[in-house]
Each structure stands twice: as structure tokens, then as C-alpha cells.
């Protein structure tokens, strides 16, 4: 089975500045015959379900603001939020797609510093 | 509106039963596929089940293989997931999700969910 770990578990930034997290599997999740990563990104509220950000790695769900964005590929992808807003406040989890079972990092928490 | 919403949870005891459903609208539910994901109080998320979207087929996590199965009925626009012999650690809130439209078999993410429906297994 696929790990995936995420750093850190808890982030604090300012209003307004970059906020950077990081996701690492423990195997590749890139398929060189579609030359695609397999992994998303969700972001969840307080008392909120997860809301999908970002699939295929880098590519922002419908409605998603452009503030957000995720790169990588292999085993290493970041997702980063250029300019933080308050209602950014939430944990984040990755998740690899690649193969069963599909798995998610442990999460992070992003708050405002 | 576009959403997903559970019900079926509660408090029941070790090897009991219970059934969740998920309504959904807004959307054409018959052309996707569905599936639950639990997440434990204080842990990360897990998938449980999947099913393809006319029903012929389904997949588990090893965990729940045997115990747990999911059903759909596209006239109703509703997902189910019937679980039995509920154990201690099958404590979660259960979501219901749709499944993405880029996603092929064994290859699941998820574009919408549903707040989930707490089961808590205890005695």
C-alpha cells in the first residue's frame, strides 16, 4: 500500500503571505503512459465535509480560487496558497489515486499566525 | 442545488447492524460513480466502498470485505451502505462521495461529498 505523509501536521501564517504544504508518498504516483500524477488535494472546514482543490496534482477544481495551486510530481508534490485569507483556516489532506487502496496524508492544519 | 446528504447513523452495539443512505440532487446521479469514505474522530480518511454507476460493480477496502455492502438505486437517486457485524474501530463519520468524472477504475477521487452521518460502535 501507498503512504502518504505530509509536512508539517500544523502551519501558521500570516494574513496575506504564502502558506506551503507538503505531501510525499512512499512510491511514485506518476503514469508515464498519460504523463499524469496521480494525487488531489481537499480542504476541509470546521463541521464542513472535504471539498476537492486540486487533481492530477496541479490541475484547480471549477470555483477554486487561483490564490490556490499545486505542483510536484513523482513522490513529491506541494500544495500553496499565495496570499492567505482568512477563510483559508482548515485542515488539508493529500491523496494518492494511483492504486488501491487509495490513501490520504494524515492532514494539515493551517491557522492564522 | 448540487449535494449530498446522509442519514442512517447512531449508536449501536458490537456485532450489530445498521443501514446509511445518501440523497442526492442536482445532479445525474445515475451517471456517476459513488462512494463511501469514513474518517475515525481525530484520524484521517479512509474509503470504504465503491460502486460503478449502473451497480455491476463493487469495491472494498480489505477491512470491512465480507461485513459491509454497497448498493445503489438510480430511480431514487440514493447510495446505501449496508454494514454488519460492526466492530469498535468502524467508529467514523461516513461520508457519502461522488466520485470524479476524470477517475477510472481503481483510480477514485472525489469532487463532492456529503457531511457524513456519525456511527458509533460501543456498548
Known amino acids: 500500500d501507498i503512504v502518504m505523509t505530509q509536512s508539517p501536521d500544523s502551519l501558521a501564517v500570516s494574513l496575506g503571505e504564502r502558506a506551503t504544504i507538503n505531501c510525499k508518498s512512499s512510491q511514485s504516483i506518476f503514469y508515464s503512459s498519460n504523463n499524469k500524477n496521480y494525487l488531489a488535494w481537499y480542504q476541509q472546514k470546521p463541521g464542513q465535509p472535504p471539498k476537492l482543490l486540486i487533481y492530477?496534482?496541479?490541475t484547480r477544481e471549477s470555483g477554486v480560487p487561483d490564490r490556490f495551486s499545486g505542483s510536484g510530481s513523482g513522490t513529491d508534490f506541494t500544495l500553496t496558497i499565495s496570499s492567505l485569507q482568512a477563510e483559508d483556516v482548515a485542515i488539508y489532506y493529500c491523496?494518492?489515486?494511483?492504486?488501491?487502496?487509495?490513501?490520504f496524508g494524515q492532514g494539515t492544519k493551517l491557522e492564522i499566525k | 442545488e448540487v449535494q449530498l446528504v446522509e442519514s442512517g447513523g447512531g449508536l449501536v452495539q458490537p456485532g450489530g447492524s445498521l443501514r446509511l443512505s445518501c440523497a442526492a440532487s442536482?445532479?445525474?446521479?445515475?451517471?456517476?460513480?459513488m462512494s463511501w469514505v469514513r474518517q475515525a474522530p481525530g484520524k484521517g480518511l479512509e474509503r470504504v466502498a465503491n460502486i460503478r454507476r449502473d451497480g455491476s460493480e463493487k469495491y472494498y477496502v480489505d477491512s470491512v470485505k465480507g461485513r459491509f455492502t454497497i448498493s445503489r438505486d438510480n430511480a431514487q437517486n440514493s447510495l446505501y451502505l449496508q454494514m454488519n457485524s460492526l466492530r469498535a474501530d468502524d467508529t467514523a463519520v461516513y461520508h457519502c462521495?461522488?466520485?470524479?468524472?476524470?477517475?477510472?477504475?481503481?483510480?477514485?477521487?472525489?469532487?463532492?461529498w456529503g457531511r457524513g452521518t456519525l456511527v458509533t460502535v460501543s456498548s
Open positions: 491523496q494518492q489515486y494511483y492504486s488501491t487502496p487509495q490513501s
Open positions: 442536482g445532479f445525474t446521479f445515475s451517471s456517476f460513480w
Open positions: 492530477w496534482a496541479s
Open positions: 462521495a461522488r466520485v470524479g468524472p476524470g477517475s477510472a477504475t481503481g483510480n477514485w477521487y472525489f469532487d463532492l
